[in-house]
């Protein structure tokens, strides 16, 4: 705080009063000085509280280094274990034995006892309690070691500042010092079942996380569209699609052209049905990896003219053959795959 304000008398009351013996003072001149008198004297009354305490003593940490003189911090420099043959100023600091001691008159130090008995040194502290004494060796030690203070103190830090700075509730620190996490929950009233689950309960309520499931929460909904894995990845299929993947709208391939046809994994129907007639060889698929059936029509109508033979793949047969006729005019056969993958059967 600033220094209080001086008071400035602003008008003669005298000169005035002189002038004017049977009139009464100018109440607007008194009101003007009163208000400068009370401002100095409440800044005064202020500053006064800076440094008193109530009960007339120095208000406590209002006296620093600086408001010392020389005379009087100066014994205070770095202290360091006293030892002989040794030139000490006045003003140095050393501590013997329990006590700190300020060198009075510069000297060479010779026996401590002696030096303190010719008045070189003067007692500053003594830490000695009875039987038990604090070791200024110990203390100087600390103090002249930074590594120990880097040890023993926590480095400072802007968010430890910050915490530093909180003033907890009552609520906050009995939640800190609550014995355990079941005495936590008691006070921040969380039920078991009505705030949050338990680990068995929650076991019981939630599915546990999976991949799949992963993949198919992205999905949009779509009305009528079905979850179909494609080619390992999950996606949303359209009733046409599935339709089509599970061969519930067959798929059919007709030959129109000539030479030999060679089937194909989609194909549940094949119709033999060429421009120019002419024989014809159907070469199935595999029956190894074939999971439903082929149907093979002489849609044309000229099978008894122009034989459609059905080859098996590599050694695989037909009922036993290595291959099977159709030689009747819009005749047809039913194909289905052997279980084992040996060929097929009618």
Same mark, same amino acid.
């Given at each position: ?26 109440a ?17 009354i ?36 006293w ?19 300020r ?44 590594a120990?203070?880097?040890? $023993? %103190? *926590?480095a =400072?830090?802007? @968010? #430890? /500042?910050?915490? &530093?700075? +909180? !003033? ?36 019981? $309520? %939630? *599915?546990? =996380?999976?991949? @799949? #499931? /992963?993949?198919? &929460?992205? +999905? !949009? ?36 052209? $000539? ?5 194909? @994994? ?42 459609i ?30 279980s ?7």
């Amino acid at each position: 705080m600033a220094a209080p304000t001086p008071y400035v008398r602003a008008y003669s009351f005298q000169a005035y009063q002189t002038a004017n013996p049977s009139r009464p003072l100018p109440a607007d001149k008194l009101e003007t000085e009163m208000s400068a008198i009370s401002l100095t004297t409440d800044e005064i009354i202020a500053n006064l509280g800076l440094i008193q305490r109530s009960d007339g003593a120095l208000a406590n940490g209002s006296v620093g280094y600086d408001q010392l003189d020389e005379a009087l911090y100066a014994g205070f420099r770095q202290p360091a274990a006293w030892v002989t043959t040794t030139a000490y100023l006045a003003d140095d600091s050393v501590y013997s034995g329990s006590s700190l001691y300020r060198c009075i008159t510069a000297h060479t130090s010779g026996t401590f006892a002696t030096d303190l008995a010719a008045g070189k040194w003067g007692l500053l502290i003594d830490l000695s309690f009875g039987a038990t004494a604090i070791s200024w060796g110990d203390i100087g030690g600390v103090v002249a070691d930074q590594a120990d203070l880097v040890a $023993a %103190f *926590q480095a =400072k830090d802007a @968010d #430890l /500042t910050t915490w &530093a700075g +909180l !003033t907890p509730s009552a609520n906050a620190q009995s939640l800190v010092t609550a014995a355990n996490y079941a005495a936590m929950r008691a006070l921040l009233d969380l039920e078991a079942g009505t705030d949050f689950y338990s680990i068995t309960a929650a076991d019981t $309520a %939630f *599915q546990p =996380k999976d991949s @799949d #499931l /992963t993949a198919i &929460a992205t +999905l !949009t909904a779509t009305t009528d569209n079905f979850i179909q894995s494609k080619s390992s990845a999950w996606a949303s299929r359209t009733p046409a699609q599935v339709m089509v993947d599970l061969h519930i709208t067959p798929t059919i391939a007709e030959k129109t052209s $000539a030479g030999s046809y060679t089937m194909l @994994d989609a194909d549940d129907h094949i119709l033999v049905n060429k421009s120019s007639g002419a024989a014809t060889t159907v070469d199935l698929v595999t029956a190894v990896s074939r999971t439903r059936p082929v149907k093979i029509v002489d849609l044309k109508g000229d099978a008894a003219t122009n034989n459609i033979t059905i080859d098996g793949n590599l050694a695989e047969t037909i009922v036993g053959l290595s291959t099977y006729v159709l030689k009747n005019n819009y005749a047809s056969v039913v194909l289905w795959p052997k279980s084992d993958g040996s060929g097929w059967y009618i």
